[in-house]
């Protein structure tokens, strides 16, 4: 069954977990809660470099189940949904933010069973691909490096950094979309 589908089942519309502003959500995780922390405030950075007068948000990924504990189908979306206005490209991002590589020099940006869900709900959207924005070092809000791909590129829960290189971008310069590519 399809990810809307499961949404509808559920009782739940897709759009319905965008009511609360992205802020609020960041504020009501515990204080434990330190990697949620730095995994949304490095989505807090991403975002701000997808600018508004080129790209509109139409999702972004709830944080927490907020109907009384009624699970939320969408929180198993990756973190945004966006459209470039100028071509109505439209594509996913998931974002992860690691402080450092492990002693091998790998760089483990997700874990198995994520990687597949994220490669079902790929399959499903069909032309709406999904990229997968991984700031590293540095400052959640400030990472030193940056890298971007298409998911469909990924075939490790853990690559060589080595392998990220052709994918590195400047972190702090604004995304851009062309042919379909985000830049």
Known sequence: MDFMKRVAKAGVKAGVALGKSISKYYYEL???????KKGYAFELYAVSLFHEDKFLC???TP???????RRIES???????FKHLRSGHEFWVECKWRDDCQDDSKLPWSYTEQLQRYREFQAEEG???????IGLGGEPSMPERMF???LDVIQSVAPQINWFKKYERNPKEQFDCRSGQLI
């Open 127 to 133: 032309f709406r691909k999904v990229w997968v924005v």
């Open 30 to 36: 515990e204080e434990s809660d330190d990697s949620y």
């Open 58 to 60: 139409q999702h972004h």
């Open 148 to 150: 971007r791909m298409r």
């Open 63 to 69: 944080k927490s189940d907020d109907l009384n504990g």
């Open 75 to 81: 929180k198993l979306y990756p973190d945004f949904k």
